[in-house]
DNA sequence: TTGTATGCGTTATCAT
DNA sequence: ATGATAACGCATACAA
C-alpha cells in the first residue's frame, strides 16, 4: 500500500462508498452504518462522511445495495392497467409519497388476471423491491399472505391484515349505498342499476351495496333493473340500449363506475331521454372529468389519491417495522347536475 | 472437487448462474456466453445449460448483473404525469412491448417541470437503466444529446435525431390542420380556438397548424377568437365562457386537446347553445372516452398507443445496436357527431 | 471454444 | 464505536 495518495480529485467518476469513507478519514463500514443507521457513531465521524458525502456527489448504488442484502429502496407497485383513470391518481399518489421518501416505485400491471397478476408479483420480487403495493386485482388472499411472509405487502380492496401485510379498503358497499339512498330521498323509487363485471372485487361490493340499501328502505329488488356492464363507457351504452329496450320502468339509473354512466347518458340522449328531465342518473368514482360532462355528473367520491398515498406511507411504516394505523376513507356522495327530484 | 455429488434437489432456494454451470458441467463463464450471447458454445454445452436453466427455473439477478457491468434489463420511462389520460395509452404500449421482450419499464414523472425532468433522468441514470424513453416534456435538446452519448435515448414530441438518439415526432401540426380544414369545409369561416399553455411544445406546435391552415386558406386569424387553456376540462370551460363574454363571432371551436373541449362543451351547453347545431366543436387527442360524450366528439386522433410501442421498439433496435427505421405516424381525424355544416 | 480469476459497490459478520 | 473481511451473483479480461 502506497503511503501517499494524490489528493482526491472531487468526483471525477462516479463516487462510491469506498471514496467516502477515504475522504473521510473512516472505514467503509462506518460509512454503510452512517447511511443506514445501523449503529451510532460517533459525532466527529458522522460530521466529516457527510461532509464528504456531500463533496462527492455520492449516491449508493442501488445494485451494489440489493446484491450485498441490504435495500433496494425501490417499492413493487402491481396495478391492472397503468392507464386506468380510476387507479391512475392512486398512481400519483403513491409516486408522490415514495419520492419524497427516496424510494422508486417498479409499476406493473396485471389486467385484471389471475395469472398475471402472479408472474409480476415473481416479477417484483426478482427485481428485488423492498414492498409491494397491490392495487386491488384477483389474487386469492393466500397468495398475498404467501408474499408478506417475505416482504412487506399493502393490499387495496380488501380487508385482510396480519403481520407485514397492511389492506386499505374502499368503501365500495356504503358508496353505492350512499348512492341510492339519495335517489330514493328525491323520489325515486325504480332505480335501475349497470354494474361491473361481477368477477370484479368491486363490481360485487358495489351491487352488494345496491342490493342492501333497497332491501333495507324495504323495497324489492327488480332483476330487470339490473344490467351488466364492463366497467366502460361501451358497456354502459350497451346496458342503458338494454335496459331501455327491456321496457322495465325507471326514473334513475345508478352506474357502478362513472365510465359506464356516461355510456349511458348517450345513449339516454340518443333515445330522446333528458339527464335529468327525465331520466336521474348517477356515477360512481367522480372521476376528475365528471364535473365537466353535460350535464355534469352526480357521483360517488374515493379520494383515490389519499388512498394511494395512505398506501404508500402504510408502506413506509412496515418497512420502518411498525405497524401502520387502521385507514379508513370513507366515500361520499358529490351532487351534481345529473339527478332531479322525481316528478312520478 | 468431490467427484459424486448428490443429485441436484430441484431449485431448493434461489438459483444462481453457478448452479447452473454446476448441474450442466460448466463453467459459469459459458452459462454467462450463453445468456448473453456473448460467444460462441458448442451445441452439445449449450444444450446441456438450456437444460439446466429450465430445471432449475434460473433467472439470472438483475441487481447482480448490473453490478458487473452487464445489462440492468430494465428502461427508465420519462413521462409527465403517470396518470396523463393522453400518454397512458403510450405507456401501455410500452410496457408491453417490452415485458414481451423480458426488459422491465421504470416510470418516473417530470410534471412538465424542467428542473424535476432532470432530475428524474439522473435517477434513472443512477438506478442503471439500459436507456431512457422520454415522452415529450421540456428538457432542452442538448440534455437528451447529451444524455444519449452515454445511454440509448428514444424521445417523443420532437425531431431531433442523432447516434444513440431516436425521436418519433407526434403530428401535432398536421392535426389541427386537418381539424380546420374540415371546419372550413363544414363552411365554417370563423372558427375560435382554444389553445393548450404556450410553454408546452404539443400547444405550440398544435397553435400553429391553426395559424397556417387559416393563412394557406386566406383567411386572417383574429387574436379574438384565440383563447389560453390549460389542457384540462378547467381551461376549456373557462376559455369558453371567455369566447362566448368576448362578443366575438364564431360558429365552429377547435380545442388544442380533448380535454378542453369536453370543458368548453359544458361552456356552450351553460350558456344555452347546442352543439353541433349551434356551435361546431372538435377536441384533440381522441381520448377513448371522446366517442361517448354527447354528442360524440369530433376530434384528431393520434394513434397513442402505438407511438408508445414503437418507441419501445425503437430502443430496443437502439440496444442491439442498429439504427431503428423512421417513424412516422399520421394524425387523422375521426368526425363524429360534434360538427355540421354551418347554416350562416 | 472453454475455464479461471478478478472486480463491480455495498452490507453483514466478526473481531477488536 | 470502529475496522477488516467475506460474501452477494454475474460479466469479462485473460489464460489455455
Do not use: C
Amino acid at each position: 500500500m502506497t503511503l501517499a495518495s494524490p489528493p482526491a480529485p472531487v468526483a471525477t467518476r462516479k463516487s462510491t462508498l469506498g471514496m467516502v469513507a477515504q475522504r473521510a478519514g473512516v472505514s467503509p463500514s462506518t460509512v454503510s452504518r452512517i447511511l443506514n443507521g445501523t449503529a451510532r457513531v460517533s459525532a466527529d465521524k458522522q460530521a466529516a462522511v457527510l461532509e464528504a458525502i456531500e463533496a462527492l456527489h455520492f449516491r449508493p448504488d442501488p445494485a451494489a445495495r440489493s446484491l450485498a442484502g441490504g435495500r433496494t429502496m425501490s417499492i413493487g407497485v402491481l396495478t391492472q392497467f397503468i392507464d386506468s383513470p380510476f387507479y391512475g391518481e392512486a398512481l400519483r399518489g403513491i409516486e408522490d409519497t415514495l419520492r419524497d421518501n427516496q424510494y422508486a416505485a417498479l409499476f406493473v400491471s396485471g389486467h385484471w388476471n389471475v395469472v398475471e397478476e402472479g408472474h409480476r408479483m415473481a416479477l417484483l420480487e426478482e427485481r428485488k423491491v423492498d414492498g409491494i403495493i397491490v392495487l386491488t386485482g384477483k389474487l386469492p388472499d393466500e397468495a398475498l399472505l404467501d408474499m408478506a411472509a417475505r416482504l412487506p405487502v399493502v393490499v387495496t380492496g380488501r380487508d385482510l391484515n396480519s403481520p407485514g401485510l397492511f389492506s386499505i379498503d374502499f368503501d365500495n358497499l356504503e358508496g353505492t349505498r350512499l348512492a341510492v339512498r339519495h335517489l330514493l330521498g328525491m323520489g325515486h323509487q325504480n332505480i335501475a342499476y349497470i354494474s361491473g363485471p361481477l368477477d370484479h372485487p368491486d363490481a360485487l361490493q358495489r351491487l352488494e351495496g345496491y342490493k342492501l340499501e333497497l332491501a333495507s328502505k324495504r323495497i324489492d329488488m327488480q332483476d330487470a333493473l339490473v344490467a351488466m356492464g364492463d366497467f366502460q363507457e361501451a358497456g354502459g351504452f350497451q346496458a342503458m340500449n338494454q335496459l331501455l329496450a327491456s321496457g322495465a320502468r325507471f326514473s334513475a339509473v345508478l352506474a357502478a363506475n362513472d365510465q359506464m354512466a356516461y355510456g349511458a347518458r348517450l345513449a339516454l340522449g340518443r333515445a330522446g331521454f333528458r339527464v335529468p328531465e327525465d331520466i336521474s342518473l348517477v356515477g360512481f368514482d367522480d372521476l376528475p372529468h365528471s364535473a365537466f360532462t353535460f350535464p355534469p355528473l352526480t357521483s360517488v367520491r374515493q379520494p383515490v389519491y389519499e388512498i394511494g398515498a395512505k398506501a404508500a406511507q402504510a408502506m413506509l411504516t412496515l418497512l420502518a417495522g411498525q405497524t401502520p394505523p387502521p385507514a379508513n376513507l370513507a366515500a361520499e356522495l358529490v351532487v351534481r347536475e345529473s339527478t332531479r327530484r322525481s316528478m312520478r
